[in-house]
């Protein structure tokens, strides 16, 4: 599957423009990265980045990421990163959030016990909607220190151009981790 030797097994779900996965995959050359992105600027703007500086240790996927999710075999991510995905803020568009119970239970299968699920977004109605969606699933459990902690960006966390434009419009980016049970 991919050309290095990997220890872990990580997927970013939406990666956009690469900025996280390409920093993820670079400074963690032991761990495999599956990065699936569906539109094509992004996956664009990844292969010229990869054309540019190979890694060994990343694969992508331009398609839907539940046919990717599907096909996984159980227990086999040690994590899954969803950061700013579309929000869909209108509440009669709520139904098309990826964060749902059909795709959590996919989570949870593909997820290896104490596996990590990370989302970040700067709308509010998402974070809560997230954590509400985790809790009545039951497969995961919110890792927060204190009540600041969740808005604190993730440990070597190198930023994303959605997270500049939603500070730069006054929005606060929230960072969530779930620790699959």
Not at 19 to 43: D, K, Q, S, W, Y
Not at 45 to 57: D, E
Not at 153 to 174: C, F, H, L, S, V
Request: hydrophobic share 40%; aromatic share 12%; net charge positive.
């Amino acid at each position: 599957m991919f050309k290095a030797q990997v220890s872990a097994l990580q997927l970013e779900i939406g990666f956009g423009g690469g900025e996280h996965l390409l920093h993820r995959a670079t400074e963690a050359p032991e761990t495999g990265f599956i990065g699936v992105e569906p539109f094509v600027n992004g996956m664009a703007k990844m292969m010229t980045a990869l054309g540019k500086a190979p890694l060994a240790n990343l694969r992508v996927y331009d398609d839907d990421a539940t046919r990717l999710l599907d096909w996984l075999p159980s227990g086999s991510l040690d994590g899954i990163d969803l950061l700013y995905p579309d929000p869909w803020p209108k509440k009669k568009h709520w139904k098309r959030r990826f964060v749902g119970a059909a795709n959590l239970g996919r989570f949870a299968r593909v997820l290896k016990a104490g596996g990590r699920f990370r989302f970040a977004s700067d709308i509010d109605s998402y974070v809560n909607w997230t954590l509400l969606a985790c809790r009545d699933h039951g497969a995961f459990l919110w890792q927060a220190e204190d009540a600041a902690g969740w808005h604190r960006p993730y440990e070597g966390w190198p930023g994303t151009r959605y997270e500049a434009k939603a500070i730069r419009e006054g929005r606060r980016p929230a960072y969530l981790t779930f620790i699959r049970t």
